[in-house]
């Protein structure tokens, strides 16, 4: 009967554990397979209130402007404005939809990784020209941490690029003016580790372990600060791990939060200090 009320939807089913040890064993899972889909729905329901949130913006914003427009409100220059606007926002729910459809396809068997051999270090200084300007635009000090000799690992370029990039886009959401971002690349000899920091308010201790999954971080914090989708971390976190590496969140030492990715070292990497 348990099974069946499982099977049916319901999930405040729990039987008794008790009688024989076998018996007891198959109730102590029923109860657990319980548990078990109650969280995960509820973080499901999470995750499609959080995109739910997150498309309603910009659609808002184009239906309002696009009515504008069509109305002849917006005449002259306030139609070019509400033209970019329409421009920026569908390019928002673009970039969302595509998101969405990545991390469906993450978990495919046709999702395919280019992985070759390549420089993390020339990879972080790359990106550390791109984001130096775009934390200047936001008052944000960016302090990079990364060695002239190349440190090789095993990796897709573009896919590596693309993560390093959404941990930035996160970290510097969520960094005030004045605040520093950090990029620190460093080694073990066995291994190469990047840690993208920011000097944010950081998460609750308790929100570590869960960050990387769809929609729990956008759903305990969009109330109280800027947040993503809650669909880029865990992106990026599913790119990491198809591509052989992991990908950590702890505190950062300049107060916010750390998020740290590592890939096993390709045998001619010469070991770095840790930065």
Sequence with gaps: MAAGSLRAGRRDVRVPVQGPREVAEVAGSLNSLADALAVSEARQREFLLSVSHELRTPLTAVTGFAEAIADGVASGPDAVRAGQTIQREAGRLSRLVEDLLELARLGADEFRLDV????MAALVRDCAEVWQLRCAREDVSLAVSAPPSPVLVAADARRLRQVVDGLAENALRVTPAGAPMVFALSSDGASASLSVRDGGPGLAPEDYPVAFERGVLNARYR?????????????????????????TAGPAPEGGAAFTLTFPLTPTTVPLPHA
């Design 223 to 247: 109330d109280r600060r800027p947040v993503g989708s809650g669909i880029g971390l865990a992106l990026v976190h599913g790119l990491v791990t198809r591509m052989g590496g992991t990908l």
């Design 116 to 119: 070759a051999s390549l420089d």
